[in-house]
T-cell receptor, first 112, second 113 residues
Framework: SQTIHQWPATLVQPVGSPLSLECTVEGTSNPNLYWYRQAAGRGLQLLFYSVGIGQISSEVPQNLSASRPQDRQFILSSKKLLLSDSGFYLC???????????FGQGTRLTVV | KQEVTQIPAALSVPEGENLVLNCSFTDSAIYNLQWFRQDPGKGLTSLLLIQSSQREQTSGRLNASLDKSSGRSTLYIAASQPGDSATYLCAVSKPGSARQLTFGSGTQLTVLP
């Protein structure tokens, strides 16, 4: 069976510090991978998606970047965090456009 | 642009009641619609996926229907239990922008014992 891991679960970082959130999927190959952000009281906003190694698409301009160094690894990064980067970050995967999506347990990021 | 709306934003019911959660979307050209459950501070758990060619899907006490022509889906929960308390989100996947799921803002359900 497939599983998705996301870490860390919580993170408190000062403004201006770097960020690295990691997501890995097990039990599948060549998944479509996604990073979403969920702000308090708001819906999920797609940040990045990837259909393969090294292939990253960005949905919104922002202070964040993503990378996919391996088939089942997706990393969300920032060089300098802003207060507005605080939120709940969720990684997700699915095989294709017409298939079920599965989410990780999320990372609660607080920028102070 | 696809928009997804969930009404009501919050719902409180006594244990044992049957209930319906609503989801509407503006563009009927979708691949599928998926219902999720989110517990506080946790990730999303997939409940049901309905393909555009399907009318409904069932899993245990849950039944989801899809009326693509009217842009509506409902999630029916039978014999609700306190453990069903959570936020329920619907999301659609459509051609063109089908790399992503477009989410509603969710319905926060509280089942009172």
């Amino acid at each position: 069976s497939q599983t998705i891991h996301q870490w860390p679960a919580t993170l408190v970082q000062p403004v201006g510090s770097p960020l690295s959130l990691e997501c890995t999927v097990e039990g599948t190959s060549n998944p479509n991978l996604y990073w979403y952000r969920q702000a308090a009281g708001r819906g999920l906003q797609l940040l990045f998606y990837s259909v393969g190694i090294g292939q990253i698409s960005s949905e919104v301009p922002q202070n964040l970047s993503a990378s996919r160094p391996q088939d089942r690894q997706f990393i969300l990064s920032s060089k300098k965090l802003l207060l507005s980067d605080s939120g709940f970050y969720l990684c997700a995967w699915r095989w294709g456009l017409n298939t079920e999506a599965f989410f990780g347990q999320g990372t609660r990021l607080t920028v102070v | 642009k696809q928009e997804v709306t969930q009404i009501p934003a919050a719902l409180s019911v006594p244990e044992g009641e049957n209930l319906v959660l609503n989801c509407s979307f503006t563009d009927s050209a979708i691949y599928n619609l998926q219902w999720f459950r989110q517990d506080p501070g946790k990730g999303l758990t997939s409940l049901l996926l309905i393909q555009s060619s399907q009318r409904e899907q069932t899993s245990g006490r849950l039944n989801a229907s899809l009326d693509k022509s009217s842009g509506r889906s409902t999630l029916y929960i039978a014999a609700s239990q306190p453990g069903d308390s959570a936020t329920y989100l619907c999301a659609v996947s459509k051609p063109g922008s089908a790399r992503q799921l477009t989410f509603g803002s969710g319905t926060q359900l509280t089942v009172l014992p």
